[in-house]
């Protein structure tokens, strides 16, 4: 078996159309996977999907709001029906905010971030157990952050949605253990994504630099990084792991 295989597995990605989403829907379907991915960037998402099948990749692109329930319902539909059983959700889609201070966080970016970064990853794994049930198994990896698992001053309503991830992770994990259905989260740092890139354009050179270095590696992750990392979750060389957080942070946290 070669090295976190993941050929012939259905795996869907939300928030595949940037980012990390974008990277490990294009990691995965290079190694054989099938992945159907969806995104609120429906210019973004069916780029994505041209080029990679233009590569030859069997992939799938769905427009998908996470923080409507009727239309997460509709992609795991749309999923199931293109590629049959899904045996891994990846639950991607997410936003940040401006850092800043709780008092001058509107109420609005506190509300988004939950619906977006938490809702959202509620309504994606009612649907993947419920399929997941009904077919002997499967696995969902959600993604967290590392300021899911420590304080995240500045960006406390980011930070909150991330610590009800992390909690959503751990304690369904143990209701579905004994169903064959695996639950874990990659908590990366500050990657190079187009998120992270739009708070540090409002931030000065100082300011980006404390950011940049803040852990031992003094860098920013790559996507790569990540999806390398996610690829071997999707594999059958993890099926012994289960409610984890895997961390992806330059030493961070160490």
């Not at 295989?5 to 259905?10: L, P, Q, T, Y």
């Not at 293109?82 to 889609?93: C, T």
């Not at 936003?95 to 609005?108: Q, S, W």
């Not at 980006?208 to 270095?213: A, K, P, R």
Request: net charge neutral; glycine share 10%; proline share 2%.
């Amino acid at each position: 078996m070669k090295a976190a295989d993941v050929e012939n597995k259905h795996v869907v990605v939300t928030g595949g159309a940037s980012g990390i989403g974008a990277k490990t829907t294009e990691l995965l379907a290079s190694r054989g996977a099938k992945v159907f991915f969806g995104d609120r960037n429906v210019a973004a998402g069916a780029a994505l999907c041209e080029s990679l099948q233009g590569k030859g990749y069997e992939v799938a692109f769905f427009e998908l709001d996470v923080t409507q329930k009727d239309s997460v319902n509709a992609f795991y539909k749309a999923a199931i029906a293109k590629y049959g059983q899904i045996h891994v959700a990846l639950n991607n889609a997410g936003v940040d905010h401006m850092p800043a201070r709780m008092l001058d966080v509107p109420d609005e970016e506190f509300h988004r971030n939950i619906a977006i970064n938490l809702t959202g990853v509620w309504y994606c794994m009612k649907q993947a157990i419920q399929h997941m049930l009904e077919v002997g198994g499967g696995h969902i990896i959600n993604l967290a952050s590392v300021a899911g698992i420590s304080g995240a001053p500045t960006i406390s309503a980011y930070g909150a949605s991330k610590h009800g991830v992390i909690g959503l992770t751990k304690s369904v994990a143990i209701e579905y253990a004994r169903a064959n259905i695996r639950i874990n989260a990659v908590c990366p740092s500050f990657i190079k994504t187009p998120m992270v890139e739009n708070v540090l354009a409002n931030f000065n050179q100082k300011q980006q630099n404390t950011l940049v270095s803040a852990n031992p590696m003094k860098r920013l992750g790559e996507v790569e990084e990540i999806a390398y990392a996610i690829a071997w979750l999707c594999s059958d060389e993890s099926s012994f792991m289960t409610g984890h957080s895997m961390v992806l942070d330059g030493g961070l946290t160490a």
